[in-house]
């Protein structure tokens, strides 16, 4: 219990100094991304300069490469423009060469390594994806567990007042509320982060749904994309969704903590990323691919749905000299703009891999 304290105190204190950055630098994303998706459907266009590259994919990381992108320019005379599409969209953006990489929540496949035809994933940053709720009558911070959750997103659990969530927080008053899950209805590197942590959790999950970057969700209304969810629950009382931790900052909503292997409820901060992450001891040369989802109970502060988030590029690309100034800037220097967005710096076996792994990249 000492263990949730804890956690619970240093997030807050984390999210207390960082909001108001983090609102400020998330505010612009919206007009990002449009002006990103417009640029990305005329390539051609967009690659007037040899040093421009396009990128397209994950929405989690998308808060991250929007802070970076002015500092690479600046940096590097690199201009980058990023669409936040989701982790499928980039995946077939670069696996058809129409963006110079892609960025994914969700590793590789064998099936979509063959089919990029080449490609390296490289691991860049880590972050959390959040179980974030709206109700007035809501308090901050419910405590959650995997099974718990499992039944919320199927709908068996109905109610915020349900005996299973009063059960979790006892003291806390709980409203007679209508749950309403809000999921992303687009192939989302997320919604594989969720789901691979509900497959561990529970076996009804498991041989129901299951894990993927869509599945056929047995309740709720589905949006596109980390924004669409958001401002969809903001809209919605009684309603919860999963989303990258940053977003939650932006639009000042509740989150719950969950309950980890060591049976502590642990939080979405930087301290419960970071002790997820500890785990990873190695990172396999020929993907790079790592699952830091559910650790093992001796990460005692562990947020259990925790997760890196890839860069995604043809290991022979004429703009290699390009992507391998900017990967290798994100690895170093971008990383010091993480902890504001709740990105956690990359552990050092992390970082050392990837940086091995850009290298490959040539002309």
């Not at 989701?86 to 929540?105: E, L, P, Q, Y």
């Not at 561990?200 to 209304?221: H, L």
């Not at 790079?288 to 259990?304: D, H, R």
């Not at 100034?325 to 710096?345: R, Y």
Request: hydrophobic content about 40%; aromatic content about 6%.
């Amino acid at each position: 219990m000492l263990a949730a304290v804890e956690t619970k105190t240093r997030h807050e204190g984390e999210e207390g100094n960082l909001s108001r950055k983090t609102i400020t630098l998330l505010g612009v994303l919206a007009a990002v991304a449009a002006v990103a998706l417009s640029g990305i459907a005329g390539t051609a266009q967009a690659r007037t300069q040899d040093s421009d590259l396009t990128g397209a994919g994950s929405t989690f990381v998308a808060p991250l490469v929007s802070a970076w992108t002015p500092k690479v320019q600046s940096a590097l005379g690199i201009k980058v423009t990023y669409g936040p599409i989701g982790s499928g969209g980039g995946i077939n953006a670069v696996t058809n060469r129409t963006v110079d990489f892609g960025a994914s929540d969700a590793p590789l496949t064998p099936d979509q390594f063959a089919a990029c035809k080449g490609c390296v994933q490289i691991p860049w940053a880590l972050s959390a994806t959040a179980i974030a709720y709206n109700g007035d009558a809501l308090p901050n911070h419910i405590h959650l567990t995997g099974p718990v959750l499992a039944s919320i997103f199927t709908g068996r659990i109905s109610k915020w007042n349900d005996a299973a969530i009063k059960k979790l927080n006892k003291g806390k008053s709980l409203p007679d509320l209508k749950i309403t899950v809000i999921h992303r209805s687009d192939n989302s590197g997320t919604t594989y982060n969720l789901t691979d942590y509900l497959s561990r959790v529970s076996p009804t999950w498991k041989s129901g749904p299951g894990k993927g970057v869509a599945v056929n969700w047995p309740t709720g209304i589905g949006a596109r994309g980390s924004s669409g969810v958001a401002a969809a629950l903001t809209s919605t009382q009684g309603g919860v969704t999963y989303v990258d931790v940053a977003y939650t900052l932006k639009n000042h909503l509740k989150f719950a903590a969950v309950q980890n292997k060591a049976r502590t409820f642990a939080l979405p901060g930087l301290t419960g990323i970071k002790s997820a992450a500890a785990t990873i001891n190695r990172v396999a040369p020929d993907n790079g691919g790592i699952s830091i989802v559910n650790p093992a109970k001796t990460q005692k502060l562990a947020y259990p749905i925790s997760t890196f988030t890839y860069v995604i590029i043809p290991k022979q690309s004429s703009k290699a000299p390009e992507l391998k100034k900017f990967v290798n800037w994100a690895l170093t220097k971008g990383q010091v703009d993480g902890p504001k967005l709740l990105f956690s710096p990359l552990p050092k076996v992390v970082l050392k891999a990837s940086q091995k792994t850009i290298a490959l990249v040539h002309t």
